[in-house]
Nanobody, 111 residues
């Protein structure tokens, strides 16, 4: 199983980023996918999940209405569109599937 995140970077408060996760080594369409984040010095926090077909998505309350998780089962990709980002959302964002974690991508929200 390999999960490779990309799309992180520096963005100003109120800005947007789209994270991507390229998955390989397993039957992607057979697994729900999730995004987590880890703030500096804190435990990882679940952010969002999507079911195998993408029919159901769930979010932590703090991101509802601002973040959107989606997937492309043809290309084995999962995405996290993040809008109206806040400085306190600076963290490393991880893609997760079936208990496997990517290495993460750093998102820094700062002016």
């Amino acid at each position: 199983v390999q999960l490779v995140e990309s799309g992180g970077g520096l963005v100003q408060p109120g800005g947007s980023l789209r994270l991507s996760c390229a998955a390989s080594g397993f039957t992607f369409s057979g697994y729900g996918m999730s995004w987590y984040r880890q703030y500096p010095g804190k435990e990882r926090e679940w952010v969002a999940s999507i079911t195998t077909t993408g029919g159901v998505t769930t979010y932590v309350d703090s991101v509802k209405g601002r973040f959107t998780i989606s997937r492309d089962n043809t290309n084995n990709m999962v995405y996290l569109q993040m809008n109206s980002l806040k400085s306190e959302e600076t963290a490393v964002y991880y893609c997760v599937a079936a208990g496997n974690w990517g290495r993460g991508t750093q998102v820094t929200v700062s002016s």
